[in-house]
């Protein structure tokens, strides 16, 4: 009786402290995505955007126009009006940048095949498996060119799949103009949105 008892007692606490530890985990996750958020906000206030310029027309392997913000390096601004969001976009991947902003992961808008990571923090590409298609997207460089696309397709790829992300995936092409993606829930997967540009760069 006294083991029953005993059993029991370590099976109560044990629920306990798995309680406890998922509450502190959601509150730490909710903690990173306030702050994620607060420093998004903040580097869009303080980056200045050109007026336009043609030089990457003529030199389009040049470097994006990179500028430095509280520390974190940005390389433009990332705009999806059906989702509410407006995003600087750090100038590379790096651990620390993606906590504060989604980060250009490789490529160029200037050579047709930018990839953009982020964190699916509720206000960073939390909400990208929802984007309808057709969906307008938006990126800004530093010199202040604009680069339109729409959203044509979702699909799933695997975690460790750095292949698939950066080729066609399922739709069988070889690159895209514009790849968004992020973790999905359990982090064994990524969400990737692909985009292909609806006109001319606006200037």
């Excluded at 959601?26 to 990173?32: D, E, G, I, K, M």
């Excluded at 980060?103 to 206000?123: K, M, Q």
């Excluded at 057709?134 to 750095?162: C, H, P, Q, R």
Aim: with cysteine.
């Amino acid at each position: 009786m006294k083991d029953k008892k005993r059993n029991i007692r370590i099976l109560i606490i044990t629920g306990l402290l798995l309680i406890t530890a998922a509450l502190l985990l959601t509150a730490f996750n909710l903690w990173r995505d306030m702050r994620g958020s607060i420093a998004s906000s903040d580097a869009l206030q303080q980056l200045e955007f050109g007026a336009g310029s043609v030089t990457y027309m003529e030199v389009p392997e040049m470097e994006l126009p990179s500028s430095e913000v509280d520390g974190v390096i940005y390389a433009g601004a990332l705009e999806i009006p059906s989702l509410d969001l407006q995003l600087p976009v750090a100038a590379y991947w790096d651990t620390g940048f993606a906590h504060s902003a989604p980060c250009r992961y490789s490529g160029s808008p200037y050579t047709g095949d930018l990839i953009i990571a982020g964190h699916n923090y509720r206000r960073h590409f939390g909400k990208l498996r929802s984007l309808p298609m057709g969906a307008d997207v938006y990126f800004t460089d530093l010199d202040g060119n604009t680069f339109s696309y729409k959203a044509v397709s979702v699909e799933t790829v695997g975690g460790a799949d750095v292949e698939t992300m950066k080729k066609g995936g399922s739709a069988g092409q070889d690159t895209w103009d514009l790849t968004l993606f992020t973790c999905n829930f359990s982090g064994r997967a990524r969400i990737a949105v692909r985009c292909v540009v609806s006109d001319g760069p606006e200037i």
